[in-house]
């Protein structure tokens, strides 16, 4: 146990429908990063923050995702109109501000799209 | 953005000592190099991490060159529950900010 928690851990949702994941990272902890893992691939990094503010979002991320961050604590990563390629691991890491600081993960949210 | 090349996997028995290469022939001046691991349904584990020469830790060894391009993970006397995957990463955000991974290294260990 790292000390980063995510829940749900597996989440089963229709096509179209839209699902909300949170994270709560190590209390310290002012850096919190969301990542986007597939079967056979390393993880991808989707967005990061600092205390309350988004300050970096993957080009790769669509508009249907949306990540918040609202008391620099928690956060929640909410897909919305969830598509069948959106089926993945979603992994929430935290970490001290400061360069090369370790980033320890949670177990993840297995998401899965029917 | 600096890439990282390692072998997808290897194989090794129990008490072997493993070392696992991984190649940044682009890496920048200010890029540290680290390496994660990982186990089947959990997040990511931070390994070790290093700029120079050598660093040990309880865990690992990790060597790097002079010129850098390179860097060496070694796992001494491995076990069964070694077998996973490893990630080496070279960041190049200025700050470790955000982590790109490749696809990793599969170890598989055996009795």
């Known amino acids: 146990d790292t000390g980063v928690s995510q829940d749900p851990r597996h989440k089963i949702t229709k096509r179209g429908q839209n699902v909300t994941f949170r994270c709560d990272p190590i209390?310290?902890?002012?850096?919190l990063y969301w990542y986007r893992q597939t079967l056979g691939q390393g993880p991808e990094f989707l967005t990061y923050?600092?205390?309350?503010?988004?300050?970096?979002k993957s080009r790769l991320l669509s508009d249907r995702f949306s990540a918040e961050r609202p008391k620099g604590s928690f956060s929640t990563l909410e897909i919305q109109r969830t598509e069948q390629g959106d089926s993945a691991m979603y992994l929430c890491a935290s970490s001290l501000s400061g360069a090369y600081n370790e980033q320890f993960f949670g177990p993840g949210t297995r998401l899965t799209v029917l | 953005l600096a890439k990282t090349t390692q072998p997808i996997s290897m194989d090794s028995y129990e008490g072997q000592e493993v070392n696992i290469t991984c190649s940044h022939n682009?890496?920048?001046?200010?890029?540290?190099i680290t390496w994660y691991q990982q186990f089947p349904s959990q997040g990511p584990r931070f390994i070790i991490q290093g700029y120079k020469t050598k660093v040990t830790n309880e865990v690992a060894s990790l060597f790097i060159p002079a010129d850098r391009k390179s860097s060496t993970l070694s796992l001494p006397r491995v076990s069964l529950s070694d077998t996973a995957v490893y990630y080496c990463?070279?960041?190049?955000?200025?700050?470790?900010?955000?982590?790109?991974f490749g696809t990793g290294t599969q170890l598989k260990v055996e009795l």
């Open positions: 990463l070279v960041d190049v955000t200025g700050g470790g900010n955000k982590l790109t």
């Open positions: 682009n890496i920048a001046t200010n890029d540290y």
């Open positions: 923050f600092q205390n309350e503010a988004q300050l970096e």
């Open positions: 209390s310290e902890h002012n850096r």
